[in-house]
T-cell receptor, first 113, second 116 residues
Framework: AQSVTQLGSHVSVSEGALVLLRCNYSSSVPPYLFWYVQYPNQGLQLLLKYTSAATLVKGINGFEAEFKKSETSFHLTKPSAHMSDAAEYFCAVSAGDTDKLIFGTGTRLQVFP | EAQVTQNPRYLITVTGKKLTVTCSQNMNHEYMSWYRQDPGLGLRQIYYSMNVEVTDKGDVPEGYKVSRKEKRNFPLILESPSPNQTSLYFC???????????????FGSGTRLTVV
């Protein structure tokens, strides 16, 4: 069975600082991994996904994530935070033979001026 | 515009009064799913559908029903709502559900349900 653990329910950074949101996964089969962002009062929007191609995945809005099998991690990073990045971020995993997504509990990112 | 449309966006109801939350997608997707989002718990799958007339339980199906009579629609039915069903609900769709595309879901904007 698949699962994801997001470390830190809240992360605060200053504008211009590095953003690092942590996600560790558990999967008995090669996983597909996703990061979604949820802005206030909106649905979830796909940021990026890993589907067994390149291990470094680039997404929208300057975000990227690196798949590290040895660490079972898929951390999300952005070199320089912007105020507009304030949102909740969800990591999700699925097996390769189904589209069912298992979500983490989310990390709320705050960006201070 | 490709989208998943949920209605209503906000709903306050009383315990025991049947309600339906509608979900419609215009992308000809085969796979549709309902999730509920609760603080500290993330999103949990309620029901999903692989295609017309094919539905199955997710991880938290108790107290919910669904139907898939047409490809585009996947309504969520609460026959007798209770306060513990107060939550934020999302409908989502994807291409075929068997992971071959697996480009992720398209989500609706959510329905915030309060049961008093």
């Amino acid at each position: 069975a698949q699962s994801v653990t997001q470390l830190g329910s809240h992360v605060s950074v200053s504008e211009g600082a590095l953003v690092l949101l942590r996600c560790n996964y558990s999967s008995s089969v090669p996983p597909y991994l996703f990061w979604y962002v949820q802005y206030p009062n909106q649905g979830l929007q796909l940021l990026l996904k890993y589907t067994s191609a390149a291990t470094l995945v680039k997404g929208i809005n300057g975000f990227e994530a690196e798949f590290k099998k040895s660490e079972t991690s898929f951390h999300l990073t952005k070199p320089s935070a912007h105020m507009s990045d304030a949102a909740e971020y969800f990591c999700a995993v699925s097996a390769g033979d189904t589209d069912k997504l298992i979500f983490g509990t989310g990390t709320r990112l705050q960006v201070f001026p | 515009e490709a989208q998943v449309t949920q209605n209503p966006r906000y709903l306050i109801t009383v315990t025991g009064k049947k309600l339906t939350v509608t979900c419609s997608q215009n992308m000809n997707h085969e796979y549709m799913s309902w999730y509920r989002q609760d603080p500290g718990l993330g999103l949990r799958q309620i029901y999903y559908s692989m295609n017309v007339e094919v539905t199955d339980k997710g991880d938290v199906p108790e107290g919910y029903k669904v139907s898939r009579k047409e490809k585009r629609n996947f309504p969520l039915i609460l026959e007798s709502p209770s306060p513990n069903q107060t939550s934020l609900y999302f409908c989502a769709s994807s291409l075929d559900g068997r992971g071959r595309a697996n480009y992720g879901y398209t989500f609706g904007s959510g329905t915030r349900l309060t049961v008093v």
